[in-house]
């Protein structure tokens, strides 16, 4: 006799974020080991089913992917108490039918991406052991509380003192990140890395 196993039902639930536009949709199921960030559609339509799914709603202007969590973020005519329980059923319905969440090669294609756009982390031999101390302390100390609030953050170049960081997900063009960066990363990282003059951002 065939015994199917079963599956653990899956629970979802969503958080506010620091970003009002956005709404982060948190799941007890590993859904992308890396973070995957969706600006536009046709990026989405290539690389996850998903997130493509996700377009297909007026109100979705952006998908970010990471762990166990989906962060959408909404046009700003819509509201969220009309969409957040629609949007809910909606993702937890994709991930109880076993979808796709994110096709392979996914993360080869956006380094290849980065790369060819010089923007492999490119900093002086001199800058090598500083890159390295502030790269480590944006892993260990920032990024989990981004992540927290549905967001990514990223380390992209380090030239005469300033760091430039790329923000994603729900830290992309929200208000607070700004003052985030300023008040909690940039103090962090001018204590601890005394070469640090300044933090700038990127949008992803």
């Given amino acids: ?21 956005s709404l982060k949709f948190v799941t007890n199921r590993m859904l992308w080991r890396g973070t995957a960030d969706f600006k536009e ?15 297909e709603q007026p109100y979705c202007k952006g998908v970010y992917i990471s762990n166990n969590f989906v962060t959408v973020t909404k046009e700003f005519n819509y509201e ?5 329980y629609k949007l809910k059923e909606l993702i937890k319905d994709y991930i109880e039918s076993d979808g ?3 096709k392979d090669g996914f993360q080869e294609a956006m380094d290849k991406l980065e790369a ?3 923007e492999s982390y490119d900093y002086s031999e001199n800058d090598a052991a500083i890159v390295k101390k502030i790269k480590e302390l944006i892993e260990t100390y920032v990024k989990p509380a981004v992540e927290m609030d549905g967001g990514n953050i ?8 300033i760091v430039t960081v790329i923000l994603q997900g729900s830290c992309s063009g ?9 008040a909690g990363i940039e103090g962090m990282l001018k204590r601890m890395v005394p070469e640090v003059e300044e933090v700038v951002a990127e949008m992803g």
């Fill in 1 to 21: 006799m065939e015994q199917k196993v079963a599956k653990s039902p899956i629970m979802l639930y969503f958080e506010d974020t620091p970003n009002p536009e």
């Fill in 41 to 55: 559609k046709a990026l989405a339509e290539e690389w996850s089913p998903i997130a493509t799914m996700l377009f």
């Fill in 80 to 84: 969220w108490e009309d969409l957040k």
């Fill in 100 to 102: 796709v969440i994110i």
């Fill in 116 to 118: 060819e756009r010089g």
């Fill in 154 to 161: 990223a380390f992209k170049h380090f030239d005469k003192g």
């Fill in 174 to 182: 929200c208000p607070s990140s700004t003052v985030t960066l300023k």
